[in-house]
């Protein structure tokens, strides 16, 4: 609930950011002006440390409620970000996506989302469409939203922080007919 209430908020503000490659990523943030965040697409989409009095209370609120804030030295950072994919919002691991159960998203994500765009929509009602390996959910919200109608949307992944973070982005795209499940294949 706090993870969706922070995707909501920053949606509702018109928060928008594009993901990077992780090199463009590494050598924007390698820039001396770049060391430490100035405003919300600093903290929320480039994942650089930021003083704690540049959020607002409410919203540092939401990151600790939701597990997503972390010390760095005198300074906090966000485990997490969020990208724009059209006019939708997907929370993902944060820059470098390094651990064991990161989720990713970023150029590829934006590349498979554009292939399912261009596939012809199923005449069949409802609409069954499942995503194995969902990560962040972002293929199968994405292309649910593209096609509308009575559709029914299983996300499914083996990871733990990718499940949640599946739930959180249907929460926050508002896509109904969700089912996000533990699965393999």
Known sequence: APL???????????????????????????RPENRIAACLHDVFGWSRPFAPDLLPDAQRALMERGDILQSDGNL????????????QLFIHSAYPTIDADAVFFGPGTYRFVRVLKI?????????RIIDIGAGSGAGGIAIAAHWGGEIELVLGDINDRALNYSGVN?????????EVRDRDL
């Not at 503000?13 to 993901?19: D, E, M, N, R, V």
């Not at 249907?170 to 969700?178: L, S």
């Open 4 to 30: 969706t209430e922070l995707g909501r908020n920053l949606l509702a503000g018109g928060y928008h950011f594009i993901t990077p490659t992780p090199e463009t990523h590494r050598r924007v943030n390698a």
């Open 76 to 87: 906090l950072r966000s485990r997490a970000r969020f990208s724009s994919l059209d006019d």
């Open 170 to 178: 249907t929460a926050v795209n508002a896509v109904a007919g969700v």
């Open 119 to 127: 596939l012809p929509r199923p005449v069949r009602n409802p609409l």
